[in-house]
């Protein structure tokens, strides 16, 4: 039997000049708010500091929904907007990535250990997302040569057993044909995959994989902490040397 299909979307926030003009006092409980309705869209959210590793996304939220209804996908985006309109004077969303799950056709369900579970509670502390696509070229190749292509992708992703993906198919609903995301404990070491996926035959096929979004894994009141102004009185400058 098929597995079933998840509906996921990485949505990134950035805030508005308005909320930086907004004193602590009133920044923290506006956070908790919206945090908290955030939490609400989808049958898992999961939370990740972004800022800095990209200037223009302070934070991301990876919202999962079961689309095993023709409704489902109806009532996911509705419920989202519902949540977040409330709040869009303060923060808006720069990059929202959306695709569902398939199985994929170059791997074996049962051979893909590395395949990250959506409703996992478990998740590591680094995120990594980006879009992709392919060339056209790619799709007029013939199923055997896009198999042997991807079979020494797969085979160099497998040296690296810690490091997780899950593929979303995003074909005419967003302008990328997948979401490619990753999930792991060493942040170096997957640059190192990144870097040694560059070389292989099939990267001569890629149409588009940028932006590169990185995340940290946080909790609501990390997030309040981080981007809800300073708590703790800021360090007094070292004392000069006497000559």
Not at 40 to 47: A, D, E, I
Not at 129 to 154: A, C, G, N
Not at 191 to 216: E, H, M, N
Request: glycine share 2%; charged share 20%; proline share 9%.
């Amino acid at each position: 039997m098929a597995a079933p299909r998840i509906l996921v979307s990485y949505t990134t926030f950035a805030f508005q000049d308005s909320f930086w003009q907004l004193p602590p006092a009133e920044k923290r409980p506006w956070l908790r708010e919206l945090f908290a309705a955030l939490a609400q869209t989808g049958r898992s959210v999961s939370l990740y500091q972004v800022f800095p590793a990209r200037s223009e996304y302070d934070f991301l939220v990876w919202s999962t929904a079961d689309c095993e209804t023709l409704p489902a996908p109806d009532e996911f985006f509705a419920n989202f907007a519902r949540r977040v309109t409330p709040f869009r004077q303060h923060v808006r969303t720069p990059a929202i990535l959306t695709g569902i799950t398939k199985p994929s056709m170059y791997v074996r369900q049962h051979e893909n250990p590395q395949e990250i579970n959506p409703y996992d509670a478990d998740r590591k502390p680094y995120f990594v997302i980006y879009p992709f696509s392919k060339t056209v070229e790619w799709y007029l190749k013939s199923r055997e040569d896009r198999q042997q292509l991807m079979t020494e992708h797969i085979r160099l992703g497998k040296t690296y057993p810690s490091i997780k993906q899950l593929l979303l198919y995003s074909f005419g609903i967003q302008d990328q044909e997948f979401v490619v995301a990753y999930e792991m404990d060493d942040l170096p070491l997957f640059s190192d995959l990144v870097q040694a996926l560059r070389s292989t035959a099939a990267r001569a096929f890629t149409l588009l994989d940028t932006p590169i979004i990185t995340g940290t894994l946080r909790t609501a009141d990390q997030l309040v902490e981080i981007f809800g102004g300073a708590s703790t009185p800021a360090a007094e400058p070292p004392t000069p040397s006497r000559p």
